[in-house]
């Protein structure tokens, strides 16, 4: 009889395996169109960061604080955002009424967030809500990677004061529920059937149209 801690490791395996594949399929794909080299990829991840960074203080209405959450994979260090916090950074700090007071990085492993990796959330909603809880001073929530995946039940648990939330997510894209019901302000994803042009003569603007789509909340 098979036991349940080989069956675990090799339901552990295949996890794994799919995730792997997963990443790298997405690498190469949508990723490796807005990343394949420095000069292609840097400076549309540099005006993502700028976007963010004029969402934020267009939320915010020109003042207040802000926490940034970043997602990790794995073990790394640094996230594949880098670009993009630089440039919303430096663009930030051309509003001096708008402060960085908290900097998160969340660390996401297939190991410990279970089920089918490819569909599940950087994001939970337990996590989501402690992240509100251990920042009640911050106006304005940006996070580079995921938005988070609420059910109904989880909705009617938000605190009625929360911060404006600017995201960009890549992974298990969310419905446009975070945005009718006014949970996030702005939404950041990779642009359906987009396709990236290389000429030297694109900009990074004109790159970022053609990679992202920037989505609002309807006004309440």
């Known amino acids: 009889m098979i036991s349940s801690s080989y069956k675990r490791t090799v339901v552990a395996v295949i996890m794994a395996v799919v995730v792997l594949a997963g990443l790298a399929i997405w690498r190469f794909g949508w990723f490796g169109r807005v990343s394949s080299d420095n000069d292609k990829g840097i400076p549309t991840f540099e005006e993502l960061g700028r976007v963010m960074a004029q969402q934020t203080v267009n939320v915010l209405n020109g003042s207040g604080n802000v926490v940034v959450w970043r997602l990790r994979l794995g073990d790394a260090e640094t996230t594949m955002f880098g670009p993009a916090e630089q440039s919303f950074d430096a663009t930030?700090?051309?509003?001096?009424?708008?402060?960085?007071?908290?900097?998160?990085?969340?660390?996401?492993?297939v190991n410990t967030t279970g089920g089918d990796p490819l569909h599940q959330t950087a994001v939970t909603s337990a996590g989501f809500l402690q992240l509100l809880e251990k920042y009640p001073e911050a106006d304005a929530l940006v996070m580079f990677g995921a938005a988070p995946q609420l059910t109904a039940r989880d909705y009617g648990r938000l605190p009625a004061k929360?911060?404006?939330?600017?995201?960009?997510?890549?992974?298990n894209l969310p419905d446009d529920e975070l945005l009718k019901k006014q949970v996030v302000q702005v939404l950041i994803k990779p642009r359906s059937g987009g396709s990236f042009n290389d000429s030297p003569t694109k900009t990074p603007a004109s790159r970022f149209e053609q990679s992202f789509e920037?989505?609002?909340?309807?006004?309440?």
């Open 92 to 109: 930030l700090r051309q509003t001096p009424g708008v402060t960085v007071v908290a900097r998160v990085a969340d660390r996401y492993d």
């Open 214 to 220: 920037v989505l609002t909340a309807p006004t309440p």
């Open 162 to 171: 929360r911060p404006k939330i600017v995201a960009v997510a890549i992974m």
